[in-house]
């Protein structure tokens, strides 16, 4: 390969939503565009996370868009197969990651030594993919750069963090590369956050780029109103308060969970609902809720939830909610009765404590399962999304009566028309590249912007590999 090209190669999340990880190589060197992990079935996703498909060793920087782990999930990984590059986020996100891979690591191992105990007489074992250990490695070469500051994360290219709005600490990435042709500039989204937010502010469009790298997750559909949140939550309160059921939200920490509290909260302040039992599961949920309320003040949270913090004074509602840490008061809740409201990781259903009120809660009628996130094919939480009334839960199989309810509007991913607004804002020179989508979604959103005239816009397949010329 010729040292003077500019080439980007798609390695994770190219016809599918999760396992982030796109590799720019420019001068003889490179830099990996976050390193997520795959989620989905046990089996699919083990052979996906397990392996690189370019050697991690090869790896000059890595620039990290934000802390979900299908975005940073295999930064441990990377690290124990031989890299020792800089991993370069902004001062939120790398706060964030490190919980969020400390986690990922007990997960794993915790599931692991679960799945392995119940299946002994089967001979059936599953190993982690790394443990803390490699986690703490990884975050040993983590290095903050506040937002809209120019880096150098390799020589003759020149970066920076823009906001994405997508998450406590998201952020695009910009690169201005050198070479022979001239500068070129990428413009990488990571995970874009919508028009219309609850917490934090939306992403603006930058101008000058030749090359989008842009999610298309909700590519083929509109979001509900945000106004609508809180009314279909409180239903589900109330219902749960009547039948004396327990509502399970399978979450992800990061964000989800901090807006629905915020819901909660607002519900209660405004006495819209009836007082309920609230539980946050999740020690994950909990350290991450107290790095919100230490950023809330900063420019990234929308005006409107600044104002809301300023009069509430407690916008995440310690005062009220339970916050479990350990395993011991996790177990308590099995035995109580309901009506209680257990927010629990992770999102998709696929690990963690969730899994537990999940086989304690589905074989009840008036129970309710609430899914607020996107549910990616294969998950756990897909299978309850799409209605199945068997499911597998650590590899036994669990029948479902438990109402099973979705609310797209919590979302935190742009939706197809903001996408298409923003693509048509940022109007790249030279090409659109569709990442992190099923393909259903990145066909939509490629019809989308051909019927306005957007041109060069391509779906990459796995591996796949372009020249930016």
């Known amino acids: 390969m010729s040292n003077d090209k500019i080439r980007i190669s798609f390695h994770g999340a190219a016809g599918e939503v999760t396992g982030s990880r796109h590799l720019v190589e420019a001068g003889g060197k490179s830099v990996l565009l976050d390193c997520g992990m795959f989620q989905g079935h046990r089996t699919d996703a083990d052979r996906k996370n397990r392996t690189f498909t370019f050697p991690p060793a090869s790896v000059d920087a890595v620039l990290l868009s934000h802390a979900h782990v299908d975005h940073c999930g295999l930064l441990p990984l990377l690290f124990k197969d031989g890299c020792d590059a800089p991993v370069y986020a902004t001062p939120a996100t790398s706060e964030i990651t490190g919980i969020m891979l400390a986690d990922s690591a007990r997960l794993q191992e915790g599931d692991a030594q679960y799945f392995n105990k119940i299946h002994a007489a089967e001979h059936l074992t599953i190993e982690p993919l790394y443990e803390e250990e490699d ?48 500068k070129r500039r990428l413009l990488y989204t990571g995970d874009l956050g ?9 992403p603006a469009a930058p101008k000058g780029v030749d090359y989008l790298v842009i999610e298309s997750t909700y590519g083929d559909r509109l979001h509900e109103p945000l106004s609508d949140a809180a009314g279909k939550l409180a239903a589900v309160i109330k219902r749960a308060v009547a039948e004396g059921g327990k509502i399970v939200i399978p979450s992800f920490a990061l964000e989800r969970t901090q807006e629905i509290i915020l819901i909660i909260d ?23 809720t ?11 949270f929308g005006a409107g939830f600044r104002e809301y913090a300023v009069h509430d004074g ?9 916050y479990l840490r350990t395993k011991e008061e996790s177990q308590t809740l099995n035995n109580k009765k309901g009506p209680m409201l257990i927010i629990s990781a992770s999102g998709m259903c696929e690990g963690g404590r969730v899994l537990h009120h999940l086989r304690n809660g589905l074989g009840s009628d008036n129970n309710t399962v609430l899914l607020v996130g996107y549910q990616a094919q294969g998950t756990l939480g897909r299978k309850l999304q799409d209605g199945e009334k068997k499911v597998k839960i650590f590899g036994m199989e669990q029948e479902v009566w438990a109402r099973v ?14 996408l298409v607004d923003f693509i048509k804002l940022v109007n790249p020179a030279r090409g659109t590249f569709l990442v992190h989508g099923d393909p259903e979604a990145r066909a939509a959103l490629s019809a ?8 060069n816009v391509k779906c990459p397949a796995m591996g796949e590999e ?4």
């Open 135 to 182: 986690a703490k490695l990884a975050m040993s070469h983590l290095k903050p750069i506040e937002y809209g500051k120019n880096f150098n994360p390799l020589p003759g290219v020149s970066a920076a963090f823009l906001n994405a709005g997508h998450v406590l600490g998201s952020s695009m990435t910009q690169l201005d590369i050198e070479s022979p042709s001239g």
């Open 194 to 202: 919508r028009e219309e937010t609850l917490l934090l502010e939306a």
């Open 448 to 455: 989308a912007l051909a019927a306005e005239g957007v041109k």
């Open 466 to 469: 372009f020249e930016l010329n």
């Open 314 to 322: 407690d916008p995440f509602g310690f005062d009220y909610i339970r």
């Open 266 to 288: 607002k519900l209660r302040h405004d006495n819209l609902a009836p007082d309920i039992p609230v539980y946050v599961d999740s020690p994950m949920a909990v350290s991450l």
């Open 405 to 418: 309810e979705t609310m797209h509007t919590f979302s935190s991913h742009a939706d197809k028309k903001d």
């Open 290 to 300: 107290e790095i919100f309320n230490k950023h809330r003040e900063e420019f990234c």
